[in-house]
């Protein structure tokens, strides 16, 4: 236990005495107590920083579960403290903007502050530990968390449809990071990242390795909105604005990115990875911001905007990975993919928050969200639309904000890594930044659209439910705080450089540091005319045009096929796999005993003689046979024709005398083997069992006691005889291969000597194996208790009368 | 379901007949069980003879009579057979040796002379009351229904 476990765990301990607060102290917004747990965390990892940029790491280990090598160690470097600045910091602004946002009268204050706490140790958990298996924990909390915050209006339907997707596409994608935790611990031997890392050399080649890829992509793509997963961020939007602009935007989204992040020294080798990565992000980039355009609701737009940003960063994520497989390290090409990766993790974090912020504003202050309603609040809400514009031009990508610095940086990325030779690129390598041009064109339009529809244009007053105005102060510093650092950051992008991203970059390029490559990181505002200004240019216009001529292309969308969009595939997914297994279930649950018994019978048979068949065990062999005498052959007949008789009997009496007679043909039987013990027994049980069913015949309703014979169904006859075959096979087998002689010698030779007695099978029920005989009159007893309270107490019918 | 009529016949040669061959029967089953132990026989083979010698007195006569001559409730007699079967098999643990762990010897007993004497046969007992208990509560429990 160190102060660092306690920086981690200090939400979750404090969240204990939220609900006390929030009951005792109604008069004071909960949230200002909140507020001083990120407040100190921030203050806590900014004193970090100046040793995070000299290189250095700081580790912490609690132990756990030492006997199993899970221990909760705590590793901070310069990619876990950029994460744990982010999620402090933008905490601290979402617990300042939630609390002007939400009602203290209204709402259930206590339970969303709980809620949100739980979630900042997660993801404080996922960004800081080094054990896999810690990591996985703490994921799976922010899952959880997630899915609470979002259905936090619990009564909306579609709040618990979007808290319900979301869980279910998250914890697919955790369980699958489990799989590759598993696998890629079992080759390297151990749970910790950096022990993973150190034995690289011997586990790249195991053939396993390229799963854990799979699994690991799995879990990074469900939880930062990739495509096809990307499905369950637009339907989270239903959760209050400060969760959607703290975990939607800014950090859990981010999870996944972090994750691509921290196990790219391990994975980024394999070229699965490249291709993966930089494909699926570079078309989530496209699809997302292709989708953007068609959303009329505001947050509905930034959820798509997440999602393309996102892609974005992953897809400069993967490009980042080509830095490994080139022998060029000193002139730093190639790591400007990872740098530019980072650098648009922090601008987006800001920019995203902020606009979030100012929806979640114009929301409370307008009572609506859809922009068709919305419009003209430019004179109403001058400070929202400033920070409105400063955050779309930057996501746009226009100077000076922050977003045209990275995304300068990442079409440079894309230029350097598609033009190079690697992985066979060129050969297809143009769609790279073919898609990236038309995302970023996309980007563009749905900037100006939230501006554009939201803040100009015509008021329409009658369409809004409230009275627009401005919002509370407190409510506007949050935004203006991170659009501040919009603009600061677009201005002075150098402040970071040094301490904030190469100390990441390293820690996601280990290789190139450890080859003695230089990791360069320097931003300007201005690099000259070159392909990425002009493609910037083209950007801009393109977008205009695209922007004017919105009202004629807009239809194109409506023109996609419903059946084909990835929401409808996932309702049918969840529908088809509820139907299917109803239908799988009441096919095969008939609730009728007799298709139970088809089964069980059926799969006995097919074991068994599959087992016979296969281990090549059936023998038959005649020396072990004793010789056969008459009477046992009379006997026999007597047996087999009263057990036949009985399946063909017209009526049930003569089944029971039938019954009988084989009851006292076994008897007899047990005469002539020599068990007169036995003999006695079955006589008297016999003739009690008989005298029971008549008592239960004559009990039968008149209806059912009519005569008839038993009908005739084939796959029955078939199974029984099947079930008598393979019996008879396994008796003949069992019989003709003895391994071991018999132990009854021994009870021969002791019965009078040990036990003084004579009767051996009475010595062995009562002396030798008297343990059986204790619990077999236990069974006895049971049965006679049962059938008093049958009898006694069924009049009631479980009803006191 | 029909209630059956509460017979009043004159069996006078069955009711009579039963008065002495219950007791040979019953003699019979005390002889199942204590042969037991050297010959056929046993509890559980004794416990249902000596069930049966009262379910015979149950047919000649009735309930009520049976319940007159034998004022037990049996499932009491159960209990008690289970209580000696545990009791014989823990007793070994007061002698510091495993569960169920018999002992036998022999005695000078008065009248019997030379006899062994065997704790199985204390086990055997509680068999024995287990099986009349059971076999009885269950034909009594479905006779006094209807």
Known sequence: MSVMHGAILLPILISLFIPLLAKRLPNIHTGWFVLVVPVLLVSYFSRFLPGTMSGKTFTARMPWIPSLGIDFVTYLDGLGLLFALL???????????SIFYLDAKKEALGTFYVYLLMFMTAMLGVVLSDNMIVLYLFWELTSISSFLLIAYWYERERSRYGAQKSMLITVFGGLAMLGGIAILSTLSGSFSIRETYASLESIQGESFFTVA?????????????????????????????????????????????????????????????????????????????????????????????????????MSLLGLGAAALHVDALDDGL?????????????????????????????????????????????????????????????????????????????????????????????SYGWIIPVLAVVGSIFTFVYSLLIVRKTFFGKRQDDQLPKTPHEAPIGMLIPPLVLVSLVVIIGLFPNILSNTLIRPAVEAILPQVVDAGGK???????????????????VIISAGIILYKTLPRWQSLYHRMPRDVSLNHQYDALLRHGEQ?????????????MRSYLVYIFGFVVILILTALYGFDAFRFAVDPISSIHAYEIILALVLVSSALSITFARSRLTSIILLGVTGYTVALF????????????????????????????????????????????LGNALISALVGLTVTLVALASLSQRSFASIAKYYIDNVADLAAGGNMVNVILVDFRGFDTLFEIAVLALAGIGIYTMIKFRRTGGIDK | MKKQAKKHTNDVILESATSFITFIIFLFAVYLFFAGHYTPGGGFIGGLVTASALVLILLAYDIKTLRRILPF????????????????????????????????????????????????????????????????????TIGESD
């Open chain 1, 213 to 313: 890829v799979v699994l690991f992509l799995l879990a990074a793509f469900t939880k930062s909105a990739q495509f096809p997963f990307h499905i369950w961020l637009p339907d989270a939007m239903e959760a209050p604005t400060p969760v959607s602009a703290y975990l939607h935007s800014a950090t859990m989204v981010k999870a996944g990115l972090y994750l691509v992040a921290r196990f790219s020294p391990i994975f980024a080798g394999e070229s699965l990875w490249f291709y993966l990565v930089s494909s699926v992000g570079i078309f989530t980039l496209f699809w997302g911001s292709l989708n953007a355009v068609k959303q009329h609701d505001l947050k509905g737009i930034l959820a798509y905007s997440t999602i393309s940003q996102l892609g974005l960063i």
């Open chain 1, 670 to 713: 047990f005469v002539l083997f020599r068990a007169p013990d036995l003999a006695l027994t079955q006589l008297v049980i016999e003739t009690v069992s008989v005298a029971l069913f008549l008592l239960v015949f004559y009990r039968l309703p008149e209806i059912s006691r009519k005569e008839e014979r038993i009908p005739f169904k």
């Open chain 1, 334 to 426: 190639y790591t400007i993919a990872t740098v530019a990766a980072i650098f648009h993790l922090i601008n987006h974090a800001t920019f995203k928050g902020s606009l979030f912020m100012m929806a979640g504003i114009v929301d409370h202050e307008t009572g609506t969200r859809d922009i068709r309603k919305l419009g003209g609040l430019a004179q109403l809400m001058p400070i929202s639309m400033t920070i409105a514009m400063i955050g779309t031009l930057s996501m746009a990508g226009i100077p000076p904000f922050n977003g045209f610095l990275s995304k300068e940086m990442f079409l440079t990325g894309v230029l350097q890594v598609s033009g190079s030779d690697l992985f066979h690129l060129p």
């Open chain 1, 580 to 592: 299917t297994s109803t239908r799988i279930h009441d096919t095969v649950m008939t609730g009728y």
């Open chain 1, 519 to 537: 990791i360069d990181v320097h931003i300007s505002m201005w690099h000259g005319f070159n392909t990425e200004l002009f493609l910037t240019l």
């Open chain 1, 87 to 97: 999620i402090t910091g933008i905490g601290t602004l979402v617990v300042l903007y």
């Open chain 2, 73 to 140: 409730d049996y499932k009491w007699i159960t209990a008690l057979g289970m209580l000696i079967a545990v009791l014989t098999a823990s007793g070994a643990l007061v002698f510091n040796v495993p569960f169920f762990t018999h002992a036998h010897d022999y005695f000078n007993l008065p009248l019997f002379g030379k006899t062994s004497l065997h704790t199985a046969m204390l086990f055997d007992l509680g068999v024995y009351l287990v099986v009349v208990g059971v076999t009885m509560t269950i034909i009594q």
